[in-house]
Each structure stands twice: as structure tokens, then as C-alpha cells.
């Protein structure tokens, strides 16, 4: 599956294809090494650089609801930066695994439910047999710009042609 397609596929599964999501950091938003390509934790941006669709940490500021939702807008986020990796070059294999974390109250214990934002628009939108994937879901103290989700990949590819 080549970029172009991943790209269809996200406005056909009704999502709008977002920006390349901004670096806060030293880090590329997606790395390839052979044939795998590993796309940087990914946050739930309402405008790239500039604004997270929520903060704080889960269920106390940000409910549970939202927090699946910001987990599929990290998912969105991880595509993006799959596409551009892939470029002209290579197509997309499988997605491999996500890793996921989840900034939440002690005691918080749904973690997976909310990573399944990702991972079910994983599935959506590139399709069982290529978007199924090994998963992480963990809990932690807080995230960057006190998000209350960020999501990271491994994904498989081939060169084109």
C-alpha cells in the first residue's frame, strides 16, 4: 500500500489526512532502517506546533472518551509521518506494533481501552491483514505538553519497483 493509497483510505474512512506532525525535540518525525520504518511517538495535535486537542491526565481532566479520541488523532498523526517516510520509494507491508502511553490519575487502569483510538483506526483504515499489529498500552505520570495520550509505531515495508 503506497502513500498515496494511505492517504485515500484515511479521507474514505472519513478522517482528514493531517500534517506531518511538528518535532518538539531533537528527533524526525518517522526513521526508516531496512525494511522497517519507526515513526516517533506521535501527540494529539489541533493544529500542528501549536495546540494538543486536550491536556491533562486521564479520567480526572481529560475523560475517557476524549482520551480514546486523542489516542485515533495520534494514530492520523502516525500515518502522516508514515506517508512521508515512504514517499515515492516504498509501500507499506504490515504495521508491526504501537506503543502507547497514556498520562493518567493513580490507579487509572483502562489503559488499552483508550489505546484502542489507534488501534482500531489502524485496522479502519489500512485493512485487517495489514493494520492488525503487536501493542503496548502504559500508563504514566505525565507526557510532553501534558498530553494526555502519545502513540509511537514500527511498521513494515518494501521498495517499489
Not at 498523526?77 to 504490515?94: K, P, T
Amino acid at each position: 500500500m503506497n502513500a498515496q493509497e494511505i492517504r485515500r483510505r484515511v479521507e474514505d474512512a472519513g478522517f482528514e489526512f493531517p500534517p506531518v506532525g511538528t518535532p518538539v525535540a531533537a528527533y524526525v518525525p518517522a526513521r526508516i532502517c531496512g525494511h522497517e520504518v519507526f515513526v516517533s511517538g506521535q501527540v494529539p495535535w489541533e493544529e500542528v506546533g501549536t495546540s494538543a486537542m486536550a491536556t491533562g491526565l486521564v479520567p480526572d481532566q481529560v475523560d475517557e472518551a476524549t482520551a480514546i479520541k486523542a489516542a485515533e488523532r495520534c494514530g492520523l498523526f502516525i500515518l502522516s509521518g508514515l506517508c512521508d517516510a515512504l514517499g515515492d520509494r516504498y509501500e507499506l507491508e504490515a504495521m508491526i506494533k504501537l506503543v502507547g502511553f497514556v498520562a493518567c490519575a493513580p490507579g487509572y487502569g483502562n489503559q488499552p481501552k483508550v489505546i484502542n483510538g489507534a488501534s482500531e483506526l489502524m485496522v479502519k483504515v489500512l485493512s485487517e491483514d495489514v493494520g492488525r499489529h503487536a501493542r503496548s498500552a502504559i500508563g504514566v505520570a505525565g507526557l510532553p505538553l501534558n498530553v494526555p495520550v502519545e502513540v509511537e509505531a514500527i511498521a513494515r515495508i518494501r521498495e517499489i519497483g
